[in-house]
């Protein structure tokens, strides 16, 4: 299995002096980042559209055999809610096609609480997606664990996404040969840190999988929770 296991953003400032050295300029941040990690899940792209020329710095300033995961915008997700999103969201695989191309490992459209689960609802994502893209949903309402849901993923090879989240289920689900997790801190939201045993739990979870590989990102970042869990996943599976 090949694992990729990273943050959700790097851009914190309040992880100077927790992660990054107190006298490191910000313009070097990323470049650290990436001595320890061989991923990151861009979150910025969720409030506006990237920038072609910063798509290319990113490709251009990290290691060959890095990936990025990138969060679809907030006007497809949020605003549209995949409502007549075809061309947006054409537009929008183009733009991080072109701008990170063979580092691109994963779309992810995170939808909001207040999206419950409907056939028409189901039928919208499946539809609006390029399966030729390694697409992930992430669902914020527990109406979509169910078994229809997962089978028409599957069937659209889109992968479900599980997640670690105080209000919502934490099962590790693999609906295609890619499995993605996110951790958000489950006793309290983006702050909580995961214990030793909760990531021993988590790898054998997402090896009974038998994904081929795994992305999992650390969305947990108050206190630089998020750096200190992946980092500590990552000697417990040896991805790097």
């Known amino acids: 299995m090949k694992w990729h296991i990273g943050c959700s953003g790097f851009y914190y400032k309040h992880w100077k002096g927790e992660f990054y050295p107190a006298d490191l300029p910000q313009k070097s941040w990323f470049e650290h980042y990436c001595k320890h990690f061989n991923t990151l899940e861009l979150n910025g792209t969720f409030y506006s559209f990237p920038k072609p020329l910063s798509l290319k710095r990113w490709y ?31 537009d929008f695989y183009e733009l991080i096609k072109n701008g990170l191309s063979d580092k691109l490992g994963a779309v992810l459209f995170q939808l909001p609480p207040s999206f419950a689960y409907s056939d028409e609802r189901l039928k919208s994502i499946v539809t609006s997606l390029n399966p030729s893209f390694n697409n992930v949903v992430e669902l914020r309402h527990n109406s979509w664990w169910i078994p229809e849901v997962y089978d028409e993923f599957t069937k ?19 609906t295609t040969s890619d499995l993605y997790y996110r951790l958000h ?6 702050t909580s840190q995961y214990t030793h045993d909760e990531l021993m739990q988590l790898v054998k979870h997402v090896e009974a999988t038998g994904a081929n590989q795994c992305y999992i990102y ?15 996943l990552i000697k417990l599976t040896g991805a790097r």
């Open 185 to 190: 801190g489950n006793r309290q939201l983006y």
């Open 60 to 90: 251009d300033e990290s290691p060959a055999d890095f990936s990025f995961a990138v969060k679809a915008h907030r006007g497809i997700t949020h605003y549209k809610r995949f409502n007549d999103i075809h061309e947006r969201v054409s």
């Open 218 to 232: 650390f969305n947990n970042d108050i206190g630089a929770a998020a750096v200190k869990n992946a980092l500590e």
């Open 156 to 174: 659209g090879n889109i992968s479900f996404c599980g997640m670690s989240h105080p209000d919502l289920p934490d099962d590790v689900i693999a």
